[in-house]
């Protein structure tokens, strides 16, 4: 019964390559000094797993950047317009080319964009998406899958397992340029470079390869379906003797299971932590020889393995296969978890006893194992943790469990239809057509930022803190006066992110020290973590919203962020649905709302950027999910009278496909990123008639470009042919906090300039 890993992190409890990354684009490391960071920390993270004991440690899964761009890298997939960067870095810089490709490159006249980035399935890792055109090549290009081969081997004496993207998983992953083609019609010519890679590996020695392939696990058509029976075949018929383990994760292989499972390879590897329900039907349908992986220890999370759950996996295999058969591995590759929970100094002991992070999560996989050999103390110790916190009053408050039993569908309904309450709303604020507004931050600049800092430290009191936050906000205000803007913000000066802010004051929520996961290149972020029943003690933003709302006659819109995507955002609770947890900050959000109503606030946005991206992968789940998502933001927000305004966000993701379920959610007014895409998106929101208020976005906020005002009239004009002009509002593409002050000034000037404008053209 072999243990292995899928996949480690790569950027090191410290964050160290983060930074070796960051140092080296600035200039201020050399090219050999980033290479001996990385050679550390790749020998410190195969340490770490042969200490723990696994028999299949993996490499390549380190990465500069992304393991998709490292593949693009290997089989030559290099977009034409890196030309001139191939010829300048060829000699000994492929590293140069590909952070070109990753980041762009501008240098010595040169001026070269980079490559698109997406989102790797349903979680916060953005991976960069390769570029395929009709008549694409493929060649071996780099030999870093080589070279770390070589490496792991030396450094622990034993054979590594090298990790590559399937060949179908990294075609699909890409996206076609140009059109008349589907880039699956690749797969004959990715083919054959492909499987001069895995030659060339098992020239070196290797004995296992792990290809990850998880489109296995999503919904595929017919030529996906033939594709990979294809490329397996192939793969088979020339790698002879070569033990090939293909991985799939984030979801069950459902009707793919006697496709996945009759590929001709040695290992099927399968996610328990995310479709338990699919091990019957695996175990039925794999042939005689072929092993299982069964990736039992959630890499998806940061909480303990409940090893009952999993030896009840692992013993149901072992009945059907017998042991030689089985493996034993977290469901994915430990990417998405932090690195070490032995750096969390400051965790409560009792939390830290619920919780593993990547090493941890070896250990478990080793302790599993021990189990099955007899060792049934470490059973025990475990149980006794499981019990700990499944009974623990931190997690569980029957008053909680109550409330969010108690929710009803009047709870989720406002008082009166959309269009009585757009009539009172009309008659209570007077807003001229083509109202103004922002979506509600403004620059978080460093004096800010510092301001947070030196109370954290203790450098100045809390009072000092809030006259200094007042001073920042009593100035955007009057500017925004200035300026003529009609719905004013306070400006969020006070909150370090929209879901911590949240988060650090409602009951339910812990935050780690070094609870870091990479979300793209060579940026991390540290989810906060969702530990229990989620209340809301105290009121959270009436301070700030009320001190903003006395300094002015206009209108102050309030901010918040909505439910799912504090959720989305979070590690949460794997004890209870995820529907549950949301129902629980929707009520939490909903108390707030009303306090902030009742404090005076008649403008109030429910920010819920995330909303999409929490969508299942597969389809058939999409309904479910968008049901639960959409009561979670009504009953948030429908706790309100008529002339209260609901205002929402979206931006960041497409959701021309969800617009029925934005609709459902009723806000009296939502504004969306649109002006990258030319109002494109604004026409998929006419075309299903969207009943009420909408606020396309006029000008892209993440560039310091200064928007002219033509360009935003043109486009609220062409806004005017799609929707009714009474239901449309200005503004910019989201919120303001990445930019700086001379370009927010300059851009916010010309679009009052813009709707004043359009407003006479009527
Ligand atoms: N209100 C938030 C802001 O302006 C919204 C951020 C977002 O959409 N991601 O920053
Ligand atoms: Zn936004």
């Not at 399935?121 to 080589?146: A, C, M």
């Not at 909480?303 to 009945?319: I, P, Q, R, T």
């Not at 965790?347 to 194992?369: G, I, N, T």
């Not at 929402?648 to 649109?674: K, L, P, Q, R, W």
Request: net charge negative; aromatic share 8%; proline share 5%.
């Amino acid at each position: 019964m072999l243990k292995h890993n899928l996949g480690y992190p790569r950027m090191g409890a410290q964050r160290q390559l983060k930074k070796a990354c960051e140092q080296y684009w600035q200039g201020r490391i050399s090219r050999p000094e980033l290479f001996s960071t990385a050679k550390r920390l790749q020998e410190e993270h195969w340490a770490i797993q042969q200490q723990a004991g696994m028999d299949l440690i993996p490499c390549n899964d380190f990465s500069f950047y992304d393991q998709v761009l490292d593949m693009t890298l290997l089989l030559g997939a290099i977009p034409d317009r890196y030309a001139p960067v191939v010829t300048e870095v060829a000699e000994n810089a492929e590293i140069d080319l590909y952070f070109a490709m990753a980041r762009g490159y501008q240098k010595d006249g040169l001026d070269i964009t980079a490559m698109e980035m997406t989102k790797w399935f349903d979680t916060n890792y953005h991976y960069i998406v390769p570029e395929f055109t009709e008549k694409q090549e493929f060649r071996l290009f780099s030999g870093k899958v080589f070279s770390a081969f070589d490496g792991a081997r030396h450094y622990t004496g034993h054979t590594p397992k090298p990790v590559l993207i399937g060949p179908v998983s990294y075609l699909l992953l890409g996206k076609e340029k140009g059109s008349g083609f589907h880039r699956i019609s690749l797969l004959n010519r990715l083919l054959p470079v492909y499987i001069s890679v895995l030659q060339k590996l098992q020239a070196q020695g290797a004995e296992w390869i792990q290809l990850d392939e998880p489109f296995l696990a999503m919904d595929l058509t017919e030529a996906e379906t033939n594709a990979f029976k294809q490329a397996y075949q192939e793969i088979a018929k020339q790698c002879k003797g070569l033990k090939i383990m293909v991985a799939t994760y984030f979801e069950g292989l459902k009707e793919n299971t006697s496709l996945a499972a009759n590929l001709p390879v040695c290992c099927l590897h399968i996610d328990l932590t995310r479709a338990p329900h699919q091990l019957d039907a695996v175990l039925a349908a794999l042939p005689a020889k072929t092993s299982l992986s069964l990736g039992v220890v959630d890499g998806r999370n940061i909480w303990k393995n409940d090893y009952a759950a999993s030896l009840g996996f692992l013993e149901k295999a072992v009945a059907v296969l017998g042991e030689e058969r089985v493996m034993i591995a977290p469901g994915c590759s430990l990417l998405h978890t932090p690195a070490d929970l032995d750096f969390e100094t400051d965790l409560d002991p009792e939390m830290k006893s619920w919780m593993a992070f990547a090493r941890q999560k070896l250990q478990e996989v080793y302790e599993l194992h021990a189990i099955l050999k007899g060792n049934d103390a470490l059973l025990q110790v475990n149980q006794a943790a499981i019990r700990s916190r499944s009974e623990s009053p931190r997690i569980h408050k029957p008053e909680v469990k109550q409330r969010t039993a108690a929710i009803t569908n009047a709870d989720a309904s406002r008082q009166s239809a959309f269009p009585q309450r757009q009539q009172v709303q009309e008659e209570r604020f007077h807003l001229p057509l083509f109202p103004t507004t922002t979506i509600g931050s403004f620059p978080q600049t460093d004096d800010i930022r510092q301001l947070r800092a030196q109370l954290r430290k203790g450098d100045i009191t809390q009072q000092q803190y809030d006259t200094a936050i007042e001073a920042a906000t009593l100035t955007a205000i009057r500017w925004q006066e200035e300026i003529g803007l009609d719905v004013l913000v306070h400006g969020e000066f006070e909150r370090n992110d929209m879901v911590e802010y949240f988060g650090e004051m409602l009951d339910g929520f812990t935050f780690t020290r070094n609870g870091w996961v990479q979300s793209y290149g060579s940026r991390c972020v540290k989810p906060p973590v969702i530990y229990g029943d989620v209340s809301r003690p105290k009121d959270m933003t009436v301070r700030w919203t009320k001190y903003a709302q006395a300094q002015t006659h206009l209108p102050m819109k309030a901010m918040l962020t909505g439910p799912v995507t504090i959720l989305q955002w979070s590690f949460v609770r794997d004890d209870q649905p995820r529907s549950a947890t949301t129902n629980q900050i929707a009520l939490a959000i909903r108390e707030e709302v009303q306090a902030l109503e009742k404090a005076g606030i008649g403008i109030i946005q429910i920010d819920e950027p995330a909303i999409r991206e929490g969508l299942p992968l597969r389809k058939d789940d999409r309904g479910q999910y968008l049901h639960w998502a959409v009561k979670a933001f009504r009953v948030a927000s429908c706790g309100v009278k008529d002339d209260t305004q609901i205002h929402t966000h979206m931006c960041y993701s497409e959701f021309n496909d969800i617009i029925e379920h934005i609709a459902a959610m009723d806000a009296d007014v939502i504004t969306i990123e649109t002006s990258r895409s030319q109002m494109e998106l604004l026409e998929a929101f006419a075309g299903f008639h969207y009943p009420n208020e909408i606020g396309p976005g006029v000008y892209d906020i993440h560039s310091p470009r200064v928007p002219g005002v033509e360009e935003m009239v043109s486009l609220l004009q062409k806004a005017a042919v799609l929707l009714p002009v009474r239901n449309l509002w200005v503004n910019p593409d989201c919120g303001l906090k990445t930019r700086k002050w001379p370009e927010t000034k300059a851009a916010l000037e010309n679009m009052v300039a813009a709707a004043k404008e359009a407003r006479s053209l009527l």
